[in-house]
């Protein structure tokens, strides 16, 4: 009998430790910020999700630009977005008119374009914008420096 209680005891005890190394850390993203935060992880596996997520990326732009003396579109373009690195809400976007390497703050599905940020190649920067992303389409009206009264992007996939 005591032989047998004996075989019992090293079958729950080689069975938990099985279990136990099994099991492991439970993996997943532990970054509060994300949106696909896990708040049972043990172990960031690099699958965090971020509202900018949706903003990154190489898209074909038509700006449609308004001065004094009329309208005028200018298309044929590829406009980047990239990750900034120092949130996970801000990127830079790199080049919209005459600005690029602009920075960028993602909330939700809405971006707004940080003023005077950037490298201007123009005597005109960007002094205010903002906009949204929908069905792969980003739409921003922003503001340069004097002459131009209104400007508006259109950005595809």
Known sequence: MKTLNKIHLLIIIVFTITSTIACGKKKGCMDKNALNYNAD??????????????????????????????????????VT??????????????????????????????????????????????????GTVANNIIKIKYQPQQPYNECNITLSK
């Open 41 to 78: 992880a043990k172990e960031d596996d690099g699958s965090c999700k971020y509202e900018r997520d949706d903003f990154l990326g190489s898209w074909n732009a038509v700006d449609s630009v308004q001065t004094p003396v009329g309208t005028w579109q200018v298309s044929s373009r590829v």
């Open 81 to 130: 977005i990239t990750k900034n690195s120092s949130t996970s809400d801000k990127v830079i976007v790199s080049q919209i008119m005459e600005t690029s390497n602009l920075d960028a703050t993602i909330t939700g599905k809405a971006i707004v374009l940080v003023p005077n940020s950037g490298s201007t190649s123009g005597a005109y920067p960007i002094t205010s914008g903002n």
